[in-house]
């Protein structure tokens, strides 16, 4: 690829693009009938995408042809500009190209992570059991189950705060205790529930002290903290896996991304097979590529996602990855700070962030109202998008809201409960990106107030609906009439 010209960078470049995010301007009509800004408050399920990718993605567009093809000139453009996603993505998580590769894979992490399981699983079958935590999001937790003998899910800690941080003397003792069968230790880098930081270089040691291989569940960290897979004076802290999705790395519309270790992929044959990853075919055997990244990417790769992912990258490499986390850092604490000071919001996990430091992600619930109803009340009244109900992590939500449920209703079973339990039995949660800033937390604020102080007022105009969310009696938005894609072609056919 060409040399780029490095001349803005840091807080300059962070400054030029933290308003070029498509969607920050979006408006819709609330219920008291006035159009406001949408104020996006769920990037940690998807973040919003950041113009440049789009717009010079938009340009490579003009060159896009199958990187299998070779002798035109788009196929040399567009083989260079696939090549270079991968050196991009390698280097951003501090992984030695000799040592590690790139694939794309999926659209998210979930396919990336149910791959390296199978890999994890096939390079040790003499092993049967793997580790991950009850934190986890179900995609780090039932690939395991289903492609694993056994799976252990290490405890989190309640202690000091109400923490919720993965108990690391549990990790340990699991691992004496199944020493010689753990094949390998999976576990998010940061929670998609409380945005709790895992130490997951100390975990990585201790895994690799016992013998165990170490995937990290890198959805949530790799936009908002720096990462450093590989450490060359430190071997035993380093990953062998790291698997993250481009649509929560501000690009929707790109693959997931699998960081690996080249011998363990290539210990085993690869799990997929098709074009591409061979270099011959005959009637009774096949030859696969013993070159990285071809051996792992079966099949015509997303070309356009991997490049507009890649083009995202270099712009947060070139900003600085610390200088990312101090500024989403400054959000995070004034958040926390701020919903701390409200006596009827419960904020879970720790939040002392010496102590138990964050990232992207709080949930929450007001005393006395259901998350259903708060999540409700925050889009229509003051067009806060924020998620509600358990994140894909039951365990997580369960082991943190146990107490007040139990008393509330008894016996606890996820798989056989009431409406009326699973209305309580959630959370709101609040998640941040670059793009977030003090005026969002304060809109957020004073929102969740306004809600506390009307919520008999503003709960009667609610009913609950057949999919158990609560609907606002009267007020409507037409969406089709907002965005449809027929109507949008129409319109262009028309033109
Ligand atoms: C921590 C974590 N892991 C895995 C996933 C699954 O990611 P995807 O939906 O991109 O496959 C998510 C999605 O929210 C997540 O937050």
Known sequence: MGSAKKTVTGKALLDKIRSDFIGLDTTYENIDGQHTRRIYMDSTASSLMLRPAASITADFMNHYSNT??????????????????????????????????????????????????RVFRDVHPEKDTAII?????????????????????????????????????????????????????????????????????????????????????GAQSVAHLPTQMFHPDDPASSIDALVFSGHKTYTP?????????????????????????????????????????????????????????????????????????????????????????????IVYGGTDLESCPRAASISFNVRGLDHGLIAALLNDRYNIGVRNQCFCAHPYVKEMMADDLQEEFGIIDFGNMSDEFMRKAGMVRASFGIYSTQEDVDAL?????????????????????????????TYRIDHDEIFCITNALDKYIAD
């Open 133 to 217: 935590s009850i934190m986890e999001h179900h995609s780090n937790d039932l690939p395991h189950r289903k492609h694993m003998k056994h799976v252990y899910h290490v405890p989190v800690e309640g202690l000091d705060e109400n923490k919720m941080c993965i108990s690391l003397p549990k990790l340990e003792e699991a691992l004496i205790k199944g020493k010689g069968r753990i094949a390998y230790v999976s576990m998010t880098a940061v929670s998609n529930v409380t945005g709790i930081i895992n130490p997951i270089h100390e975990i990585a040691r201790m895994a690799h002290k016992h013998g165990a291989l170490v995937m990290v569940d």
């Open 68 to 117: 299998h093809s070779k002798m035109h000139h788009s196929a040399h453009i567009s083989t260079a500009a696939y090549e270079w996603a991968h050196e991009r993505v390698l280097s951003f998580v501090g992984a030695d190209p000799d040592v590690y590769t790139c694939f794309f894979t999926g659209a998210g992490t979930t396919a990336g992570i149910n791959r390296m399981a």
């Open 445 to 473: 604020i004073f929102a969740l107030k306004d809600i506390i102080q009307n919520a008999e007022e503003y709960g009667s105009d609610y009913e609950v609906n057949a999919d158990n969310d609560y609907e606002h009696k």
């Open 253 to 345: 519309g790109s693959p997931g991304v699998v960081i690996a270790r080249k011998d363990h992929l290539l210990a085993i044959e690869p799990e997929e097979v098709g074009g591409g990853m061979v270099d011959r075919v005959l009637e009774d055997r096949y030859q696969v590529k013993n070159s990285f990244p071809d051996r792992e990417e079966a099949g015509t790769p997303n070309i356009p996602g991997a490049i507009a992912l890649a083009t995202t990258i270099e712009i947060l490499d070139r900003i600085g990855m610390d200088l990312l986390m101090e500024e989403e850092d400054e959000v995070m604490i004034y958040a926390i700070k701020a919903m701390r000071e409200i006596p009827e919001v």
